[in-house]
């Protein structure tokens, strides 16, 4: 692991005169130490002494052998969470009423992170602070769950049901897929399949292979550190992921400490590093992206231990010589991997069946199973007296809990609000962000700041906050460039995206093109899911809200073809929980300034702003933008008289043609009302309780939407997502219209876009001339209504 330690012959003589150490390098069951991991330890234990960390060198040995046996333990009670339905603390074999008719449990991968994990408890304890952690393969949560138990370092619901008792173990390993559920339809135990909210210490559920490794260099802020535990199949394969060493900075950035478990498979097949020229190669590719890989024993928590306080050493020590001016950005960022096979600690290690299910048979029905599994979990099991003896001795000392990390409890104070600079003239909406977020992140200079860009921020009328906070990169071109920049570039949604939801402690904006916004998707769902579920668990998420936007957007975008036409991210977004994530589409300057203030000042909530990024009239006045932004539509305007047609815009290019539509309909002598519809997920039927508390009040929707009225609807999204989603006001279809985007384009501009659509000024009058009962020929001229239906010239109409 390291130069200068010592020789076997001196990790003898020592074990000589060090009895704990002797006790120690014996191993425990299946856990056993290396020569190399034997003198790491050695150089580990002075090292801990000399810092003033530790009293003794037999100090150290204890909690390391105490290590041993919780690691033993901890595979011991991962192993009962996947085949059976209760423990016995005295070691006795279990029958075959004891296991589960249906066993299940991502097995492998779970054994592998129990040394891992343990490794991680060991070393707070040993350096007596807290670091906090995150694991991207969040399947393997038997492990976490199955030590934070033995450890007491669990949230209240969770000790309250699982005690260190046997009573408590077989609650918890019956509980695991055990698929118990509350009467309203619920997870009905503290306790899921993958890290949620109720396991301690948890900040992302890694439900999603891959987003860990972009995430993790952006989340700890200085003073602070993380464990990262990555997968070696998502880690070879997640590009983005090579690109840590880029963003990550001393000055803005705490201690980022990536360990891949490379047991070599993946679900079904071996990985690259799976094999030794892999292996070798995946070494030599992180030198190349500017990581310092450290190869360890990923099947002896003590070199987890080893590795995690050297990779710290190391970064401190390259942060030192970067001050002293040896080393420039990037800094050779540590990367630990710890060598393993899957589902090392039980039979069918090695095998792709480690990955779920490593025994051949159901040991409830088969013998040789369940001969199989008794026998290895005699291996592993260990004494409770000296079990929880252990596990007391890593707990010792005045620090927090795992579970009480700064990450996990993340809840910075509410950002000062610049003030809004309100328009009349006419401007791109996207200019009242760029204003807004420049002030804000000026206002607040404790609050990080990160911008997530995947496209080009001036083609997206950002060029104030590329001027102000600058493209992060390593070696300076331009004066929008800066080592210490906070805009985040790359051509990969994912990886942009990912650095804004791991800042959970500051200040956030991701903007792209409304069509590559998708790539996004897994990422943002993920998040929300896990922010919604804090909520339900009584502990919501403190960050800081931020909008996703969604620019260049559809209407926009017809000279780019097809490809960059597409509605489905906000669309998307519409279907998950509305106190989540708003979707908004503001149809100005004023409406977009004036929700910015409620956006940035929730918690736990995102927003997906669907925004044009060329000129557009100011339609709202600051009063009426303010309305909107608390109510979530609004009536414009209005042509009295008796059964008027509810005219319903979302998007501004949609307001427009209602606009020029109404004027024909006034012509003609019938009624209207014009109505903005700016945030559809208020108006919809909610779902459950926690959705009902930001729906409009009915009383409101009486007003804008009145019962008897007809109404047509031209939306920025599919017609049929969005009669689906607001069937509570569009109920009667025979009574109703909805225009919107019907997957049809090219290379046109946006009146050719919204005629292929079906979605201009004058498809909107043969639509309104049918709820009417009149002939389209009411409203329309002969070569306009020619032009509708497909026998005339479209250009006619502009």
Not at 498 to 513: I, R
Not at 696 to 703: C, D, F, G, K, N
């Amino acid at each position: 692991m390291s130069q200068l330690l010592p020789s076997l012959q001196e990790l003898n003589a020592h074990a000589q005169a060090e009895p704990a150490f002797a006790l120690w390098q014996q191993g425990r069951g299946p856990v056993q130490h290396s020569p190399e991991t034997r003198a790491a330890v050695f150089r580990l234990a002075h090292q801990l002494v000399q810092a003033g960390l530790q009293p003794s060198l037999e100090a150290v040995y204890r909690r390391l052998r105490a290590l041993d046996l919780l690691t033993c333990a901890g595979l011991w009670l991962v192993v009962h969470m996947t085949y059976a339905q209760r423990v016995r603390l005295d070691g006795a074999a279990l029958a075959a009423e004891d296991f589960k008719p249906v066993p299940e449990g991502h097995t492998g991968g779970a054994l592998n992170m129990v040394p891992a994990y343990a490794g991680y408890l060991a070393l707070n304890a040993l350096s007596g602070r807290t670091r906090a952690w995150l694991m991207g393969q969040g399947h393997c949560v038997a492990a976490i769950e199955a030590l934070n138990l033995l450890s007491a370092n669990q949230h209240a619901e969770q000790a309250q049901r699982y005690g260190r008792d046997e009573a408590g173990m077989s609650r918890l390993v019956a509980d695991f897929y055990g698929y118990a559920q509350a009467a309203d339809g619920s997870v009905a135990v503290p306790l899921g399949s993958h890290v949620n909210p109720h396991t301690a210490g948890g900040i992302t559920e890694g439900g999603y292979l891959g987003f860990a490794e972009l995430m993790y260099a952006h989340m700890p802020q200085p003073g602070e550190t993380l464990v990262a535990f990555l997968s070696d199949g998502a880690a070879e394969e997640q590009r983005g992921s090579d690109w840590m060493p880029r963003w990550w900075r001393a000055e803005d950035c705490g201690a980022a400490l990536p360990v891949m478990i490379a047991n070599g498979r993946r679900i079904e097949q071996r990985t690259e590093l799976g094999t030794l020229e892999g292996l070798q190669g995946f070494r030599q590719h992180l030198r190349l992206c500017g990581f310092d890989p450290l190869l360890f024993d990923g099947r002896d928590p003590a070199a987890f231990v080893c590795a995690l306080w050297e990779m710290e050493q190391r970064l401190s020590h390259r942060v030192q010589e970067l001050r002293n001016g040896v080393l420039d950005y990037p800094l050779p960022m540590p990367y630990g991997i710890a060598e393993t096979v899957k589902g090392f600690g039980f039979p069918g290690a090695g095998s792709n069946a480690a990955h779920n299910l490593p025994l051949a048979a159901c040991p409830r029905l088969d013998e040789d199973a369940r001969g199989q599994f008794n026998q290895a979990a005699a291996a592993l099991w260990v004494a409770p007296d000296e079990l929880f003896a252990a596990a007391d001795l890593l707990r010792q000392g005045e620090r927090p809990l795992e579970r009480d990390t700064a990450l996990a409890c993340r809840h910075p104070e509410l950002p000062r609000l610049p003030p809004l600079a309100y328009r009349a003239a006419p401007a791109s909406p996207m200019a009242a962000l760029d204003g807004f977020f420049v002030d804000l992140v000026a206002a607040n200079p404790e609050l990080r700041p990160r911008v997530g860009n995947p496209d080009e921020l001036a083609s997206n009328r950002l060029g104030g906050v590329l001027k102000a906070l600058r493209h992060r990169v390593s070696q300076p071109e331009s004066e929008l460039e800066s080592v210490h920049g906070a805009v985040i570039t790359a051509l990969n949604e994912e990886a942009v995206v990912s650095a804004c939801l791991a800042n959970q402690g500051g200040l956030n904006l991701v903007a792209s093109y409304e069509a590559f916004c998708v790539k996004m998707l897994g990422a943002v769902r993920q998040s929300l899911i896990f922010a919604r579920l804090q909520k339900e668990a009584g502990r919501p998420a403190g960050w800081l809200g931020w909008p996703l936007v969604a620019t260049s957007h559809t209407w926009e975008n017809g000279k780019n073809q097809q490809s960059h036409q597409d509605t489905g991210f906000c669309e998307a977004l519409l279907g998950e929980m509305s106190d989540m994530v708003r979707v908004l589409f503001p149809a100005d300057h004023n409406a977009l300034l004036a929700l910015l203030p409620g956006i940035y000042r929730a918690r736990g909530q995102l927003a997906c702003l669907v925004v044009p990024k060329r000129e557009r009239p100011c339609e709202m006045s600051p009063a009426q933008a303010e309305q909107l932004a608390r109510d979530g539509a609004l009536e414009l305007d209005r042509h009295e008289g008796e059964d008027p047609l509810l005219l319903i815009a979302t998007g501004s290019y949609q307001l427009a043609e209602l606009r020029r539509a109404a004027v024909r309909l006034s012509e003609a002598g019938r009624a209207w009302r014009l109505i903005y519809l700016q945030e559809p997920g208020r108006f919809r039927a909610p779902r459950d309780t926690w959705e009902a508390q930001v729906v409009a009040p009915q009383s409101l929707v009486e007003t804008l939407f009145p019962a008897g009225c007809k109404r047509l609807l031209l939306t920025h999204m599919r017609g049929e997502v969005a009669r689906g989603h607001l069937w509570p006001i569009l109920a009667q279809a025979e009574r109703c219209a909805v225009l919107g985007y019907r997957n049809r384009g090219g290379t046109l501009d946006e009146a050719g876009m919204l005629f292929a659509n079906a979605c201009s000024w004058a498809h909107v009058l043969r639509a309104a001339s049918r709820l009417l009962g009149l002939p389209p020929s009411a409203l329309l001229r002969g070569e306009e209504l020619a032009a509708v239906e497909g026998r005339g010239d479209p250009h006619c109409l502009r």
